[in-house]
């Protein structure tokens, strides 16, 4: 979870917000901007998936993002659809994709960058506030009350979950 203000966007430079890779790239995620989807949020989650968000990223403004990962345990292991990533975007969800397997990051080199994009050394340009990074995946509740404790302090309105 975090908070950007951004003060660009789309500067082909796959400017980093987040990146938790080890140095060969081969374990982790990297949260960028990329070229390829100029207004949305990207993430790459080594080695081989990528996921955009559907919400436009606005410049200017402070908004809050949230990527989770869900993955299967028990007889759902081996089933097609073991693991899903979720992005939310100011405490609701955004998107969602069946992933199939997800590695844990097992690596014992993995640094963490803030406004990095390591693997392709691009830098974020505006503000980034308030980064969580979890061990658990959040869920959609949670990421709410999390979006909430912080919302009014950026400006934002706070949202109340929806039953059922």
């Known amino acids: 979870m975090f908070w950007i203000n951004p003060a660009d966007w789309n500067n082909a430079s796959s400017a980093g917000i987040i990146d938790f890779t080890n140095a060969s790239a081969t374990q ?22 990528y996921f955009t968000s559907s ?19 028990g007889s759902e292991i081996g089933s097609a659809l073991t693991s899903s990533l979720r992005w939310y975007y100011n405490g609701q969800l955004d998107s969602k994709l069946a992933t199939g397997s997800i590695d844990n990051i097992t690596a014992s080199n993995v640094n963490l960058s ?21 061990n658990v995946g959040l869920n959609s509740e949670q990421v709410l009350i999390d979006y909430n404790i912080k919302a009014a302090k950026y400006g934002l309105p706070t949202y109340t979950a929806s039953i059922g």
């Not at 901007?33 to 998936?49: S, W």
């Not at 919400?55 to 345990?73: E, F, K």
């Not at 803030?114 to 969580?132: E, L």
Request: aromatic share 16%; net charge positive; charged share 10%.
């Open 28 to 49: 982790g995620v990297t949260i960028y901007d990329d070229g390829v989807y100029p207004t949305k949020l990207n993430a790459r989650i080594y080695p081989i998936n």
């Open 55 to 73: 919400q436009t990223v606005n410049i200017g403004s402070w908004q809050n993002w949230t990527l989770t990962r869900t993955v299967a345990t």
């Open 114 to 134: 803030i406004a990095r994009s390591v693997p392709w050394g691009g830098w974020f340009s505006g503000s980034i506030a308030s980064v969580y990074i979890y």
